[in-house]
């Protein structure tokens, strides 16, 4: 049979070491990366101009500049997603996603912050499924 059923199964969208990038104006972390926050519940996010890259620090508590990193579950087998609702950051700093897109997250041992090189995405052609 040449026809490939598709599949809603949304399970697959976790899997890999990232972070997306939204149209909706979100960081979703990929349970692999979230994992290497250790499980932070609060982040602080940066922006670097000239490389047009973000950066976010991770926290132990909750400051006047933190973003909540929340947990969204699903029933059934689905893996939780965790997401950062950063719409005034992203608007403050013009960048304004037109589709969503995955980026492999570094560390940055200078400044202590996991970075999101925003002119990087990972080609759709290696994203896991």
Known sequence: MEFEK???DLRKLSRGFFVSVSKQL???????FYEKLDNAEFVELFYARTKKSIGLKVLGEKTDDSYHIRVQTFKGERSPMHIISAGAFFRHYGIIP???RRFAPSWDENE???VIKLDEPIPESEIKN
């Open 6 to 8: 598709f599949s809603k």
């Open 26 to 32: 979100n960081l979703t972390l990929s349970n692999e």
């Open 98 to 100: 037109t589709k969503t």
């Open 112 to 114: 202590k912050l996991w």
